[in-house]
């Protein structure tokens, strides 16, 4: 009697995309697009949108026009007035609604799957953990990117095509750049932090609870750094303060609060970002390989 060998089966199926981990991406907006909380933040993140939308077509339609009798009205308001730190103020202004989504979405992304063991069907697939640990990330970091980068990008591109012209088409390419880099830096780490709380702990308000008090610590402690050493620049150490100074480095805004050069809140973001990830891949490995 022949003894068969007591294995799976070789993967005979057809690959739906050329990078397997676009298919982790489909699976996670295909069940956020389901959830009807998650498109009411979806909504409530196109509010500053739409405000940002009149204020740029108001502006540019009465400027257009010198003889209009509000032109010399709006050109001494700070608040109406079109400019690089418009932007930086839109992407500053929709952090907590998209740190409120990033969390909604991502806090339950690895560890509902290690509760409902579909860790075995992810990659009982050909899937590796890398593939699943970018698909989430992928996913996290597009929906930042979607609630501050592409709205900034549409905003800018309205404002040229409004006041065409060679000089403000050289000024908007420095503004989407800065507005792409400073939605990079405010995003790839958010996300990379709540798939690590997401990974480490067993339940999404547990992941989600225990990143809102980290956010809150760390911010204290440089606050309390600040006070107890009499340096500002300490004030640094704080995340939320990190990006902020980045930020207004990418726009050229002079810094308000603390003035720091750019690398030292650069150098916290991206050790930040590298820790998270080193804790999410070690996690997802070690679910890939069995023990």
């Known amino acids: 009697m022949p003894v068969y060998e007591h294995t799976y089966r070789n993967y005979e199926g057809v690959f739906r995309h050329r990078f397997r981990w676009w298919i982790v991406v489909e699976q996670e907006f295909r069940v956020l697009a389901r959830l009807r909380i998650f498109k009411f933040l979806v909504l409530l993140s196109s509010i500053q949108v739409l405000l940002r939308l009149v204020q740029i077509v108001a502006y540019d339609t009465i400027v257009q026009d010198p003889n209009h009798p509000m032109a010399a009205v709006l050109s001494r308001l700070e608040g109406i007035t079109v400019k690089s730190s418009t932007f930086f103020d839109f992407i500053n202004f929709q952090t907590p609604v998209m740190f409120i989504i990033l969390l909604y979405a991502g806090a339950g992304m690895i560890c509902n799957d290690f509760r409902n063991n579909l860790m075995e069907i992810y990659f009982s697939k050909p899937l590796r953990w890398h593939d ?5 990330a992928a996913t996290l970091i597009l929906l930042g990117l979607s609630v501050t980068a592409l709205p900034a990008l549409l905003l800018i591109a309205e404002h040229v095509i409004l006041l065409p012209s060679w000089e403000l088409a050289r000024e908007a390419v420095d503004m989407a750049s800065a507005s792409l880099l400073f939605s990079l830096v405010l995003v790839v780490p958010t996300a990379l932090a709540v798939l690590a709380c997401s990974s480490l702990l067993p339940g999404q308000n547990y992941a989600a609870i225990t990143l809102f ?79």
């Open 132 to 136: 699943y640990l970018l698909g989430k």
């Open 213 to 291: 008090m980290l956010i809150i610590a760390n911010s204290s402690m440089a606050g309390l750094l600040s006070q107890s050493l009499r340096a500002r620049s300490y004030l640094g150490l704080s995340y939320p303060l990190a990006v902020m100074r980045l930020g207004q480095d990418f726009f050229g805004i002079r810094p308000a609060i603390f003035d720091m050069a750019w690398h030292w809140p650069f150098l916290l973001l991206a050790v930040t970002a590298l820790i998270c990830l080193l804790i999410v891949a070690r996690r997802v490995r070690r679910a890939e390989i069995p023990a």
